[in-house]
C-alpha cells in the first residue's frame, strides 16, 4: 500500500488541447515574455507591430518549453475537445453540414445545441492528416487535374471559358506523363480527408479551392488540439430563435466544452481559397454577392480573403464581423484571440473604409454610406497575418439594425423604462427595457424590426431608488444634490466633462461610489473621485478588477476592468463630493454610466467550473466554485442542487468564510442516464439577517495568451454520466464532517468502499492540497481504507478550511508494444473521493 500528497501547490492552468498545465511558471520569463505583448503601439508601422508580436510569441514559447517537462503527464485525460466550428451558424429553415475541429473526436456520437430547434447528427470522424507520401500527392493532383479538365469544357460550352484551361498538361486529354503518374498510382488510395469527400461533384472553384489548400497554402504547423475532425448535419427550423446557442459533442469519453453556435436570419456563402488579392487566379471571377449576406471563413498563415458585391449610392451599410465572439480566448497565440481586420475597397480599388475593432471590442465593425453606385469588395485578414484552422469569422454585410447608443443603461426593478436609441438602420428610436423581478441583475434585449434582429445591448436592473445627471455639474459649485442611497444615469456627454454629485454625511459613515459603464458596453472609461468641501481626495479609484492570481474572475470576455468603484469611512460631518469623468478625458453621447452611491450592500455572485462535467456511474468529479464577493460580504456559502434527477449529491457543498473559490465533487446517480442532464445550482448566504440566494452561472476557465486566465460564462452546466450501466452504492466517508485536523498535527479519517476491490493495489494522492498538507500511512480496514491527513508546522492557520480531492490509483502491467516478453507498468487513475471538508483546530 502507497500513498502520495503534495506539500507544495502549484497554479491551475486551463487545459490546453486536452493537457492540463500545472507547472509554475518562472516568473523572471514571464516577465520578460508579457513586456512583448504591447497594447496599442501608436505611430508603429504594420511590419514593426508584427515583429514585435513575434518576438512575444517567441518569448513565451519559451516560458512553455521550459515548463512542459513538468507539466508533461501530470493531467492526460483522454476527454474529447472542441477547438473550432466552421461554419459557427447557419440561416433559419436551412440543413448544412459543419466541419468541427478538435481532440479525442474519435467515438463521438451524438450533438447537443442549447435551446430548441436546432438538431445535428454526426457523419463522419476524420483522423489527423499526417504528411502526403509522393504517391498521394501524385493521385490527387491527377484527380484535381482531371475534374478541372471536366469542368472547364462543361463552362467552355456555354461560351464563359475559352478552350484550354489555365494549368499545364490540360486540354481536354492527359499527357503521357498523366498516363504514366496514374499507372504508378493506380492503385492508390486517397487520405481521408473533408476536402476530398465527393470531389465528383465539385465545381471548377471548390476544386481550385482544394488544391490550394493542399498544395499553395504551404506547410501548417500541427496543433493537436484541432487535428481531428468531424463531419455534422445540422437542422435548424424555420421559427428557430435566433441567436447564440451552445454546441457541444457527447460520446462515450463524455461531453466536450461548449462552443457558440448561431442562428440568423441572412442567407449565408462559404469563402472559397484562392479569393487573396495577392494570388493570381486563373479561374474566371465569381459574380459579386447579393446583400444582405452572411460570409463564413477561415483565416490561413498570410490568408487575406476578400469578397465582391454590389451596392447603391445611398444604402447605409453595416459590416460586422465576429470572430473573438465565436472563440473567445486562445491559449497559444498572442494577444489571445484572432484579431481580424476589415477593409472595404471601391471599383477602383482605392480603401474607402477601415475597422481593426469596434470601440473597445476587438470584432470589428464598419458603418458606411455607399456613395455612387458599382462594385466593392471587402477584404479580412489577421492584424498581424496570422492564421490556422481555428481562425473562423462570420462577417455580416446588408443594411442592418445596429444600436451605437442608448441612454439610460437600465432602470429601477419593476418600474416602466424606456431607453433613447440611435445607430444605424433603425426604424425606432426607442426601446422598452424589461425590468420585471427575477430575471437578474445584467440583462440583454434588441431592436426587432419585421424578421431582421439589431445587435444586443446590455443594461442593468437594481432596486435602488434612480434618478438621472442634470447638467451643468462640472464643478463642486454647481454640483447636484442628491440624497443616499440612490442610482444615477448619466453619461460623460463631450470630451473632457465632469459630472460632480454632492450629498451630506456624517463621520464614520461608510459609503460606496461604484460605475458600470464598460460593463454595460459603454466606452467610458471611468475615474472616480471621493472630495470633501475644501476639495481634498479622500479616495479615487480609476479601474476596479475582480483577480486571483492571473485568474480574471469577473464574467465576461473584457480585457479591460474600465469600471470604477471606491469605499471609503467618512472622517467628518459635512458635504462630500463625488466626481465621475472618463479617464482619457474622452466623451460623447455613447459615453453612458450608472452610478451608484451610499452604504455598502454586501453581496455575491458564483461561477462553476467547468460547464461540461463527465462523472461514471455511481461515482464523484470535481468541480470548481468561485465567489465574487461585494461590498464587503466575506461570510460563509451553502451550495444545493435544484431540482436536479435522483442521485446527483454534491460533497463539500460549503464555501469557508472569506474564501474565494473552493473545489468540491459532484457525484453521479446508480444508473447511467441515456442523454446528458442540465443541472441548477445555487447559493445560499445570511446576510443582514436574511437569506440570500443566487444562482451559480456555469463558466469556461479559458487560457489566453499562454498566461491569463478567464472565467467566460456559459448557458448550461451541463452533467454527462458514463461508463457503465449499473454501479454499487458510493464511497462515502465515516465520521463527522468537517474533519478536524490539528494545526501542526494529524487526524485519521476512514472511507467506506462498498464493493471492496483489492485494495491493496490502490495508492492514494491529494490533488492540488494546500501547502503544507499531505496523505500518509494508508491501511485497509475492515470495511475500506484508512489514512492520515497531516499538516506540516504552521503552514495552516487555526480556523483555516478547505475540501480535500483526493484521487486514485492502481497500476497494471500490460505487454510492451512490440514485445510479448518485455513487461511495462501503467499507471491508470480510478477516479475521486467524494469531497473531504476539513477545518485546522487548535
Known amino acids: 500500500m502507497t500513498a502520495t500528497g503534495s506539500t507544495a501547490q502549484c497554479p491551475s492552468v486551463a487545459p490546453v488541447g486536452g493537457c492540463g498545465l500545472r507547472a509554475p511558471l518562472p516568473q523572471g520569463l514571464l516577465r520578460f515574455a508579457l513586456g512583448f505583448i504591447p497594447s496599442p503601439l501608436r505611430g508603429w508601422n504594420q511590419v514593426e507591430k508584427a515583429t514585435l508580436r513575434c ?183 424555420p421559427d428557430a430563435a435566433m441567436g447564440d446557442r451552445e454546441l457541444r459533442l457527447a460520446g462515450r469519453q463524455g461531453l466536450t466544452n461548449p462552443m457558440v453556435f448561431q442562428v440568423g436570419v441572412l442567407p449565408e456563402a462559404r469563402e472559397l481559397e484562392s479569393n487573396d488579392p495577392m494570388v493570381n487566379d486563373p479561374l474566371p471571377k465569381e459574380p459579386p454577392v447579393d446583400l444582405p449576406i452572411l460570409m463564413n471563413g477561415q483565416i490561413m498563415p498570410g490568408d487575406v480573403d476578400r469578397f465582391r458585391f454590389s451596392a447603391s449610392r445611398g444604402q447605409q451599410l453595416v459590416i460586422e464581423a465576429q470572430a473573438r465572439r465565436l472563440i473567445p480566448y486562445l491559449a497559444d497565440a498572442v494577444p489571445g484571440w484572432f484579431q481580424a481586420t476589415l477593409a472595404l475597397y471601391d471599383a477602383e480599388g482605392d480603401e474607402v473604409a477601415f475597422a481593426d475593432d469596434y470601440r473597445f471590442d476587438p470584432d470589428p465593425v464598419i458603418f458606411y454610406e455607399i456613395p455612387d453606385d458599382g462594385e466593392y469588395e471587402l477584404e479580412i485578414r489577421d492584424s498581424i497575418y496570422r492564421g490556422r484552422e481555428d481562425f473562423v469569422y462570420r462577417v455580416a454585410v446588408g443594411e442592418r439594425p445596429f444600436i451605437t447608443r442608448m441612454f439610460p443603461l437600465g432602470g429601477r426593478e419593476g418600474d416602466k423604462t424606456v431607453a433613447s436609441i440611435d445607430g444605424w438602420n433603425l426604424g425606432k428610436k426607442r426601446l422598452s427595457l424589461d425590468t420585471r423581478p427575477g430575471a437578474g441583475d445584467i440583462r440583454q434585449t434588441a431592436l426587432r424590426q419585421g424578421k431582421r434582429l439589431s445587435n444586443r445591448v446590455t443594461y442593468a436592473v437594481g432596486t435602488l431608488p434612480e434618478c438621472d445627471d442634470i447638467e451643468p455639474n462640472d464643478t463642486t459649485k454647481n454640483a447636484q444634490r442628491i440624497t443616499l442611497p440612490l442610482t444615477i444615469n448619466g453619461r460623460i456627454a463631450r470630451p473632457g466633462d465632469v459630472d460632480v454629485f454632492w450629498f451630506k454625511g456624517k ?227 465515516v465520521g463527522d464532517v468537517p474533519v478536524q485536523i490539528p494545526a501542526g498535527g494529524a487526524t485519521e479519517v476512514r472511507i467506506r468502499i462498498p464493493k471492496r476491490p483489492k485494495l491493496r493495489k490502490i495508492e492514494l494522492e491529494l490533488s492540488d492540497p494546500p501547502t503544507g498538507m499531505s496523505l500518509q500511512d494508508v491501511t485497509v480496514v475492515p470495511d475500506g481504507l484508512a489514512f492520515q491527513l497531516r499538516v506540516d508546522g504552521d503552514a495552516l492557520q487555526v480556523g483555516f478550511a478547505d475540501n480535500l480531492i483526493v484521487e486514485a490509483f492502481t497500476e497494471v502491467v500490460r505487454e510492451a508494444k512490440g514485445d510479448k516478453k518485455a513487461k511495462r507498468r501503467q499507471r491508470i487513475s480510478l477516479g475521486v473521493l467524494p469531497a473531504i471538508p476539513f477545518e485546522i483546530v487548535p
Open 507 to 733: 463621520a464614520g459613515d461608510d459609503v460606496v461610489a461604484e460605475v458600470m459603464g464598460r460593463s454595460l458596453r459603454s466606452p467610458l472609461d471611468s475615474l472616480l473621485r471621493l472630495i470633501d468641501a475644501s476639495g481634498r481626495v479622500l479616495e479615487w479609484n480609476d479601474d476596479k478588477e475582480d483577480r486571483d492570481g492571473y485568474l480574471h474572475r469577473d464574467p465576461g470576455l473584457l480585457t479591460h476592468h474600465a469600471d470604477s468603484s471606491l469605499r471609503a469611512e467618512l472622517p467628518a460631518d459635512g458635504t462630500w463630493y463625488v466626481q465621475l469623468s472618463d479617464s482619457r478625458t474622452h466623451g460623447g453621447d455613447a459615453y453612458g454610466y450608472r452610478l451608484r452611491i451610499g452604504p455598502p450592500r454586501p453581496d455575491f455572485a458564483l461561477r462553476v467550473t467547468p460547464s461540461s462535467v463527465n462523472v461514471p456511474v455511481g461515482r464523484a468529479a470535481p468541480i470548481r466554485v468561485h465567489v465574487l464577493r461585494k461590498d464587503g460580504f466575506d461570510g460563509e456559502i451553502e451550495l444545493i442542487l435544484k431540482n436536479a434527477p435522483d442521485g446527483f449529491t454534491l460533497s463539500g457543498a460549503r464555501i469557508p468564510a472569506g474564501r474565494n473559490s473552493i473545489r468540491m465533487t459532484l457525484t453521479a446517480p446508480r444508473e447511467r442516464l441515456n442523454e446528458p442532464a442540465a443541472l441548477t445550482l445555487e447559493g445560499r448566504a445570511e446576510i443582514g439577517g436574511k437569506t440570500i440566494r443566487r444562482p451559480v452561472v456555469p463558466s469556461e476557465d479559458m487560457m489566453q495568451a499562454f498566461l491569463y486566465r478567464h472565467l467566460v460564462p456559459s448557458r448550461e452546466f451541463m452533467v454527462a454520466v458514463t461508463r457503465g450501466k449499473r454501479g454499487g452504492r458510493p464511497v462515502e466517508l
Open 55 to 237: 518576438i512575444a510569441i517567441l518569448a513565451i514559447s519559451v516560458v512553455m518549453i521550459v515548463c512542459a517537462a513538468d507539466a508533461w503527464g501530470q493531467t492526460n485525460q483522454r476527454r474529447p475537445h472542441i477547438g473550432y466550428l466552421y461554419p459557427a451558424g447557419g440561416q433559419q429553415g436551412s440543413v448544412f453540414e459543419i466541419i468541427v475541429g478538435g481532440q479525442f473526436l474519435k467515438g463521438v456520437t451524438d450533438v447537443h445545441v442549447s435551446g430548441e430547434g436546432v438538431r445535428a447528427s454526426v457523419v463522419q470522424h476524420y483522423r489527423p492528416l499526417r504528411n502526403l507520401t509522393k504517391e498521394q500527392r501524385k493521385e490527387i493532383q491527377r484527380r484535381l487535374r482531371e475534374l478541372g479538365e471536366k469542368r472547364w469544357a462543361e463552362l467552355h460550352k456555354q461560351g464563359l471559358v475559352g478552350p484550354k484551361p489555365p494549368w499545364p498538361k490540360g486540354g481536354g486529354n492527359a499527357s503521357m506523363a498523366d498516363k504514366e503518374n496514374a499507372e504508378e498510382t493506380e492503385s492508390v488510395e486517397l487520405p481521408e480527408h473533408l476536402l476530398l469527400r465527393n470531389l465528383e461533384d465539385k465545381s471548377l472553384r471548390e476544386l481550385q479551392h482544394v488544391r490550394n489548400t493542399f498544395f499553395k497554402l504551404g506547410k501548417r504547423q500541427r496543433n493537436a488540439q484541432i487535428s481531428e475532425s468531424l463531419l455534422i448535419e445540422v437542422t435548424i427550423d
